[in-house]
């Protein structure tokens, strides 16, 4: 009799593993494809915050509650004029919002959102030279719904800046659609040597609303 009970709750356990796995699966996809995804970064342009081959782990589910803020560092499906393909994922740091007033430069050499100078310690440096905020002066208003984004290392980062200048001060194709933002990346993982969270800077709390 003690054989035929220990017998039958490791048969029920066969079972029903397959079962556990396939729920265990399912999760694992809904939670990917719902709330996080991880990313590879595969350029230069977030230097020095995100280098190669780095990993981040991206929040899918935040903006469905919440517009991205100034600071935050997004994945977007880039428009097909800045990739050249459709559906291609890019990496950059929010700078302006719907209605935000942008200009290059003040006599600090800092971009101004709102009249407010903005300091950015994460721009890309080497050898102590840091990437000026911007290669030349503009002057934008974001449109609403729309957002303004920009690369950490300023010389390498195809982006709004960028886009601007190539589409002959085309707002609207220098900047992209809210509804295009996959998800806030919010820490990098991997390598294990680089794993931090991936917070908006201080420097953006004193930027005024439009």
Known sequence: MIDEQTDKPRSSFWKELPILLGVAILVAVLVRFFVLQTFFIPSQSMENTLQIDDRVLVNKLVYDFRSPHRGEVVVFKAPVEWSG????????????????????CDENDHLVINGQPLVEPYIFSKDGQQDRPADQEFDITVPEGRLWVMGDHRSASGDS???????GQ????????????????????????RARWLSVPEQYDSIPNS
Request: net charge negative.
């Open 85 to 104: 393909r459709e559906g291609e994922d890019f990496i950059k740091r929010v700078i302006g919002v719907g209605g935000d007033h942008v200009v290059c």
């Open 161 to 167: 800046l960028e886009h601007w200048e190539q589409s």
């Open 170 to 193: 085309d707002i609207t194709a220098a900047t992209i659609e809210e509804d295009e933002v996959v998800g806030r990346a919010f820490t990098i993982f991997w390598p294990v040597n």
